[in-house]
């Protein structure tokens, strides 16, 4: 009978494995948010031609998927598919992460893989490709997971292997990583107090892999400390304290104070919310039976999944992105089919079948919402069906269906003539320039290296400094004059996604005690000659 069961679970690995990879490859070409959809991939090549985030150019997150995307392009080569098979290995981690650890608790074979494959389609297929947020999430998940086996398995191994992960979220976007991660130090420091402090050591030796990380990457690198803390973590903060605090500034719907409403915190995350709500009941109850709330382990555990689901919502209501969490509803759920069975020896088929029905129910709901209609790329009002192929472009966007939400929405093939023209001018560029676009793809097309200052380019200070009083506007400013002094910058060329997108950017400042002719080139493509005065 064991031996069955084993080769059932290895069945459900590979088909899991394999769903959740294609799942989210089909969707990742289904059209592109152009600011979100090529993130990493420029800075990904420059990596492997020695340029790197931080050091060359602006970042405010991501260094972890910068690194893990440029050893994708030395794998598979400099290509579109190479980019997506990065964001589809890690919708594939999560999931088989997710049903390594319901195999363990819940000896219900088939249920578990359900709630997997409904995690497969849940979780990376809303993006497609690698973003930040997705990897800050999976990994705070799996860092969750790692200590509830630790907890629970009172295993080594785990307890070294939980800081390298929560490092490694962090290190991909420091939000909701910030808050998992906080939450787990507390939970960890209680651990060792009131239950066990023997894995101390084993936790200290991940703490020193995860430094020794951190200590070869300023070295070899040569990252300037002040620039590491002024992108990662100053400027940053500024930006989650304006949205918290509801500053004007703030990106509106990213405005935590516009988002406290009935319908923004409660009807918004219902069925997340509906868990939760169960699953601060059962420890209620359990705590009525006589359960000792400060030193019982499941219900220990089982506070950390709850104040871990309040704080993935926290952090999704001051984002300036559609809703990526979803997948909580299955994760959670899981957690909670666990604590059912473990507070109360509840084993019950309708129970079951119950859980099995509202996991459809919603895995249904929101992939059409949110993957077929591509809503976490507002594409949702967009004619999917005029898409046209990418590699029109270029034979590295092979597979990719191109459209995009805004200006381009109804004539993509315009949007694809424009951009094969910034092609063509730009490789016939002979003198340094810069180009600053959304559009983060040339250096992988033109497979040279192309001064790009920043990663991303929106207004509001949330991504750059954009306004003087911005008090990291002055440092940013430097950073620009420096790079057009340094690397002898002849021309700046923007390419906008639609017309007037860039506006924003003040280029007086930026060629400080400089000339410069502009030359407008098409509706969104234009150039700064640097001349002598």
Same mark, same amino acid.
């Given at each position: 009978?064991?031996?069955?069961?084993?080769?059932?679970?290895?069945?459900?690995?590979?088909?899991?494995?394999?769903?959740?990879?294609?799942?989210?490859?089909?969707?990742?070409?289904?059209?592109? =948010? @152009?600011?979100?959809?090529?993130?990493?991939?420029?800075?990904?090549?420059?990596?492997? *031609?020695?340029?790197? @985030?931080?050091?060359?150019?602006?970042?405010?997150?991501?260094?972890?998927?910068?690194?893990? *995307?440029?050893?994708?392009?030395?794998?598979?080569?400099?290509?579109?598919?190479?980019?997506?098979?990065?964001? %589809?290995?890690?919708?594939?981690?999560? /999931?088989?992460?997710?049903?390594?650890?319901?195999? #363990?608790?819940?000896?219900?074979?088939?249920? #578990?893989?359900?709630?997997?494959?409904?995690?497969?389609?849940? /979780?990376?297929?809303? +993006?497609?490709?690698?973003?930040?947020?997705?990897? +800050?999430?999976?990994?705070?998940?799996?860092?969750?997971?790692?200590?509830?086996?630790?907890?629970?398995?009172?295993?080594?191994?785990?307890?070294?292997?939980?800081?390298?992960?929560?490092?490694?979220?962090?290190? +991909?976007? *420091?939000?909701?990583?910030?808050?998992?991660?906080?939450?787990?130090?507390?939970?960890t420091s209680y651990y060792f107090l009131k239950f066990n402090n023997k894995p101390i050591f084993h936790f200290s030796i991940g703490?020193?892999?995860?430094?020794?990380?951190?200590?070869? =990457?300023?070295?070899?690198?040569?990252?300037?400390?002040?620039?590491?803390?002024?992108?990662?973590?100053?400027? @940053?903060? %500024?930006?989650?304290?304006?949205?918290?605090?509801?500053?004007?500034? %703030?990106?509106?719907?990213?405005?935590?104070?516009?988002?406290?409403?009935?319908?923004?915190?409660?009807?918004?995350?219902?069925?997340?919310?509906?868990? !939760?709500?169960?699953?601060?009941?059962?420890?209620?109850?359990?705590?009525?039976?006589?359960?000792?709330?400060?030193?019982?382990?499941?219900?220990?555990?089982?506070?950390?999944?709850?104040?871990?689901?309040?704080?993935?919502?926290?952090?999704?209501?001051?984002?300036?992105?559609?809703?990526?969490?979803? %997948? !909580?509803?299955?994760?959670?759920?899981?957690?909670?089919?666990?604590?059912?069975?473990?507070?109360?020896?509840?084993?019950?088929?309708?129970?079951?079948?119950?859980?099995?029905?509202?996991?459809?129910?919603?895995?249904?709901?929101?992939?059409?919402?949110?993957?077929?209609?591509?809503?976490?790329?507002?594409?949702?009002?967009?004619? !999917?069906?005029?898409?046209?192929?990418?590699?029109?472009?270029?034979?590295?966007?092979?597979?990719?269906?191109?459209?995009?939400?805004?200006?381009?929405?109804?004539? @993509?093939? *315009?949007?694809?003539?424009?951009?094969?023209?910034?092609?063509? !001018?730009?490789?016939?560029?002979?003198?340094?320039?810069i180009l600053i676009t959304n559009y983060q793809f040339f250096s992988v097309i033109l497979q040279k290296k192309i001064n790009i200052? +920043?990663?991303?380019?929106?207004?509001?200070?949330?991504?750059?400094?954009?306004?003087?009083?911005?008090?990291?506007?002055?440092?940013?400013?430097?950073?620009?004059?420096?790079?057009?002094?340094?690397?002898?910058?002849?021309?700046?060329?923007?390419?906008?996604?639609?017309?007037?997108?860039?506006?924003?950017?003040?280029?007086?400042?930026?060629?400080?005690?400089? /000339?410069?002719?502009?030359?407008?080139?098409?509706?969104?493509?234009?150039?700064?000659?640097?001349?002598? /005065?």
């Amino acid at each position: 009978m064991n031996f069955y069961f084993k080769k059932i679970k290895l069945i459900h690995y590979f088909i899991l494995t394999v769903f959740s990879f294609y799942i989210n490859f089909y969707f990742a070409n289904k059209g592109l =948010y @152009p600011i979100d959809t090529f993130s990493f991939f420029d800075s990904g090549y420059l990596i492997t *031609q020695g340029y790197h @985030p931080i050091k060359d150019f602006w970042v405010i997150s991501g260094i972890v998927i910068d690194y893990l *995307q440029a050893f994708f392009f030395l794998i598979f080569g400099y290509n579109w598919n190479a980019y997506v098979f990065h964001a %589809s290995f890690f919708n594939v981690l999560l /999931c088989i992460f997710f049903l390594f650890f319901l195999n #363990n608790f819940n000896k219900k074979p088939h249920l #578990n893989l359900f709630l997997s494959l409904s995690v497969a389609v849940l /979780c990376y297929p809303v +993006s497609g490709t690698p973003f930040p947020y997705q990897h +800050s999430y999976i990994l705070s998940l799996i860092s969750l997971i790692v200590f509830y086996l630790a907890v629970s398995k009172e295993e080594r191994k785990y307890w070294i292997i939980l800081p390298i992960i929560m490092f490694l979220s962090f290190f +991909s976007m *420091q939000m909701p990583a910030g808050l998992i991660n906080l939450l787990l130090i507390v939970f960890t420091s209680y651990y060792f107090l009131k239950f066990n402090n023997k894995p101390i050591f084993h936790f200290s030796i991940g703490i020193l892999i995860s430094i020794t990380i951190m200590l070869i =990457y300023f070295v070899t690198v040569k990252v300037d400390i002040k620039s590491f803390i002024t992108q990662i973590i100053l400027f @940053p903060l %500024s930006i989650g304290e304006s949205r918290i605090t509801g500053d004007l500034s %703030s990106y509106a719907s990213a405005n935590l104070f516009k988002k406290l409403t009935f319908r923004g915190t409660v009807g918004h995350f219902k069925f997340i919310n509906i868990i !939760l709500i169960a699953n601060i009941i059962t420890i209620l109850i359990s705590i009525r039976r006589g359960a000792k709330f400060f030193d019982d382990k499941k219900i220990f555990l089982n506070l950390l999944i709850f104040l871990s689901g309040v704080s993935f919502i926290f952090h999704q209501l001051i984002t300036a992105n559609q809703t990526f969490i979803f %997948s !909580l509803i299955p994760i959670l759920s899981g957690f909670f089919i666990i604590q059912i069975k473990e507070l109360f020896s509840i084993d019950n088929k309708k129970f079951y079948y119950l859980i099995v029905f509202f996991i459809l129910f919603v895995t249904l709901k929101y992939n059409d919402v949110y993957n077929s209609k591509r809503k976490f790329m507002d594409l949702q009002n967009v004619n !999917l069906s005029k898409s046209i192929e990418a590699s029109k472009i270029n034979n590295k966007f092979n597979k990719l269906n191109w459209i995009t939400p805004f200006y381009f929405r109804e004539n @993509p093939e *315009q949007e694809i003539e424009f951009l094969k023209e910034t092609i063509s !001018l730009i490789s016939s560029e002979n003198n340094n320039f810069i180009l600053i676009t959304n559009y983060q793809f040339f250096s992988v097309i033109l497979q040279k290296k192309i001064n790009i200052l +920043s990663r991303w380019y929106f207004a509001s200070n949330n991504t750059i400094p954009t306004t003087y009083d911005n008090k990291y506007y002055k440092y940013y400013l430097n950073r620009i004059n420096n790079i057009i002094e340094n690397r002898e910058i002849k021309k700046i060329f923007i390419l906008e996604t639609y017309p007037n997108e860039l506006d924003f950017i003040n280029f007086k400042d930026y060629l400080k005690e400089k /000339c410069f002719k502009k030359n407008k080139i098409n509706e969104i493509f234009y150039s700064l000659t640097i001349n002598s /005065c």
